[in-house]
Each structure stands twice: as structure tokens, then as C-alpha cells.
Nanobody, 115 residues
Framework: QVQLVESGGGLVQPGGSLRLSCAVS????????MGWFRQAPGKQRQLVAQ???????NYADSVKGRFTISRDNAKNTAYLQMNSLIPEDTAVYYC?????????WGQGTQVTVSS
């Protein structure tokens, strides 16, 4: 079955950086669009960034210029490089793989930006 496992979250000071990884197994990663979402306490899950199989990217306005989504099809892994982090970026971050019939989600990784 398809499995997505996120890693790389943690506690970072404002202005710092983190790189999240999403390792995918059991699916056809190379042709699947991938996305990163986040959910802060008491708020709805929202799109952060997405990347097509061909490498076209799209970002939420709140992270443009600070976050970069990428993928390595040889490793079946998607990444989210997060720079210039601010407290408002604090949330659980989830990756999603868009399947042909259903979407697949990881379990999430906590990112906390605090001094």
C-alpha cells in the first residue's frame, strides 16, 4: 500500500531554516503531483506548496520567496526547504501525493518557530 513518511520538523528560532522530507513508498511517485500542507491549532489545513511531476511549482502567498518545494524522483522523496521562518509558520506539516483515484497523506511533522 502507499505510505508517506514526513521528517525534518522541530523547534527553530525565528529567522531559522528547516528542511522537511516526505518519503513515499508503494506508489508511482514519479508521475504524481506532490503537495505540502500545514495546519495550525484551531485552523483549517491549508496548502503551502505543490509541485507537478514535471517540476512546475506553486506557493501560497504567505511563503513565497521563503519556502522551496522540490522532488527527487530517484529517491521517491519530496522536500520543503523553509527559510526565514516566522512564528506564524508554526503548524503540523503534512505531505500529500495526488493519486489517480485518491489522495494519500502522511502522518505530519510538527514545526515550531519560537525564541
Amino acid at each position: 500500500q502507499v505510505q508517506l513518511v514526513e521528517s525534518g520538523g522541530g523547534l527553530v528560532q525565528p529567522g531559522g531554516s528547516l528542511r522537511l522530507s516526505c518519503a513515499v513508498s508503494g506508489g508511482i511517485f514519479s508521475i504524481a503531483p506532490m503537495g505540502w500542507f500545514r495546519q495550525a491549532p484551531g485552523k483549517q489545513r491549508q496548502l503551502v506548496a505543490q509541485i507537478t511531476s514535471g517540476g512546475t511549482t506553486n506557493y501560497a502567498d504567505s511563503v513565497k520567496g521563503r519556502f522551496t518545494i522540490s522532488r527527487d524522483n530517484a529517491k521517491n522523496t519530496a522536500y520543503l526547504q523553509m527559510n526565514s521562518l516566522i512564528p506564524e509558520d508554526t503548524a503540523v506539516y503534512y505531505c500529500k501525493m495526488h493519486g489517480s483515484k485518491v489522495d494519500y497523506w502522511g502522518q505530519g511533522t510538527q514545526v515550531t518557530v519560537s525564541s
